[in-house]
C-alpha cells in the first residue's frame, strides 16, 4: 500500500511535471546531420528497432542520440528542446512513430536527472525522408515508482529500487516492446530486483494517449522473471510473443546473453532458444526480429574494438531449437521472519 507520505510527494511532483509537458508537443527536431555514424555513436549502440524501410540505433552520443540507416545512408538527429538522457529502448508505435524510452534510473550520485526520466515519440509524419518533431512525457519515472508502490511485495529491496542508482539495485529500464494490435506497451527492468532475484516485465495500457498528451499512464499487468540472475536488455514483441533478451544484471563486462520468448495469454510457460555464439557476447544490448522470425542483436561494443560500420555490431539469429518450460505457479509473500527457498533457475510469476 502507498504511505501518505510517498502519496503526496507523487501528487506534487505531477503537478509540477504536467505544465512542462505541454511545453513538449510536436517540437521540431533540432537539427538533423546527414552521413555515416561516427566510431564513437556506434559504439555506444543501447537501443535498434525495424521500422518502415530504415533502421533506428540510439545510444550514449549526447548530441546526436538518434540516427537511421536507410538505403544505405545515415542520418543523425539532434534532439535538445527536450534533451533525452541514457536511451534504452525505441519502439515503433506504428510505420511512422517511434517511442523513446529513457533508462527512468538516477544517475551515478543518486540525483534526479530530468532527461532521464522522460519517454518521448519522434515522429515522421511526412514520411521517413522528411524531418520529423519530438513530443515529450515528462516525469514517467514518478509514474513507474508510485505503480510499483503499490506492488512492494514483488520486490527484494523496495527502498533501493527507488532511491539508488542501478549499480545499487535502483531501477533501470533497459527494454520496451509493443502490441500494436492490443496497443499495449512492455516494459522490461535489468535491475530493481524483484523478490525472487530476477527482473520484471510490467505493461502500460495507453502509451499512445500518453504520447498525445493526453492522458496519464495507465499500468496493467506485472510479472516477474527469473532466469539465472539475468536482467532484461532488450524485449521486442512479434507473433503474439514478447522476446526479452537477457544478459548480466549488473557490471556489462559479462558473457551469457541469452534470448526467450514469453506468451502474455500462456504466462505458466516460457520458450529458451538455443542459438550458438550468443551467450559468448560480452554487450549484448539491443534487439529486434524482422519479417522473417530472425533475431537481430546489437552488441555495446568495449574501447578496444572501434567499429567500422553497422554490420560490424550486429548478429543475426534463427530463432529455432526452442525448449518449452513449464513455469511453477505464483509465490505468496513469505510471513514476517520466515525463509524461502531458492528460486529456480526460470521462473514467471505474474502478479
Request: net charge negative; aromatic share 8%; proline share 6%.
Amino acid at each position: 500500500m502507498t504511505t501518505p507520505r510517498i502519496t503526496l510527494t507523487l501528487m506534487l511532483m505531477a503537478a509540477a511535471l504536467t505544465g512542462s509537458a505541454q511545453e513538449h508537443k510536436n517540437q521540431p527536431v533540432t537539427e538533423v546531420k546527414s552521413g555515416a555514424a561516427t566510431d564513437k555513436a556506434l559504439l555506444e549502440v543501447s537501443a535498434a528497432a525495424r521500422m518502415g524501410d530504415a533502421t533506428f540505433f540510439a545510444g550514449d552520443e549526447e548530441d546526436y542520440p538518434v540516427w537511421m540507416v536507410k538505403d544505405q545512408a545515415m542520418k543523425s538527429f539532434k534532439i535538445k528542446n527536450p534533451s533525452f538522457g541514457d536511451i534504452e529502448a525505441l519502439v515503433p508505435l506504428s510505420d511512422t512513430d517511434l517511442l523513446i524510452v529513457c533508462s527512468q534510473a538516477l544517475s551515478e550520485d543518486s540525483s534526479y536527472k530530468g532527461k532521464r526520466t522522460r519517454i518521448g515519440l519522434l515522429s515522421f509524419a511526412k514520411g521517413l525522408d522528411a524531418d520529423p518533431t519530438i513530443t515529450a512525457y515528462n516525469g514517467f519515472r514518478d509514474d513507474v515508482v508510485g505503480y510499483f508502490s503499490e506492488k512492494q511485495d514483488n520486490f527484494s529491496d523496495f527502498t533501493a529500487l527507488t532511491t539508488k542508482p542501478p549499480r545499487d539495485g535502483g531501477l533501470s529500464i533497459e527494454g520496451a516492446a509493443y502490441d500494436q494490435k492490443s496497443g499495449v506497451l512492455y516494459l522490461g527492468t535489468r535491475d530493481g530486483r524483484s523478490k525472487d532475484g530476477g527482473a520484471v516485465l510490467f505493461t502500460v495500457t495507453n502509451i499512445k494517449a500518453v504520447m498525445e498528451l493526453k492522458e496519464k499512464p495507465k499500468f496493467g499487468s506485472l510479472t516477474r522473471i527469473q532466469l539465472s540472475s539475468h536482467g532484461v536488455r532488450d524485449l521486442a514483441f512479434n507473433n503474439d510473443r514478447v522476446f526479452i533478451l537477457f544478459g548480466a544484471m549488473r557490471g556489462m563486462q559479462k558473457p551469457g546473453a541469452s534470448i526467450a520468448s514469453w506468451n502474455p495469454a500462456q504466462p505458466g510457460t516460457v520458450e529458451m532458444y538455443d542459438l550458438p555464439g550468443l551467450s559468448d557476447l560480452m554487450r549484448a544490448e539491443a534487439l529486434f526480429i524482422d519479417g522473417s522470425g530472425q533475431a537481430h542483436v546489437f552488441e555495446d561494443l568495449d574501447d578496444n574494438k572501434v567499429p567500422q560500420d553497422v554490420a560490424s555490431i550486429e548478429h543475426t539469429f534463427k530463432l529455432s531449437g526452442a525448449a518449452t518450460k513449464t513455469l511453477p505457479p505464483p509465490a505468496t509473500p513469505a510471513p514476517a521472519g520466515s525463509t524461502t527457498a531458492a528460486a529456480s533457475p526460470a521462473a514467471v510469476q505474474p502478479k
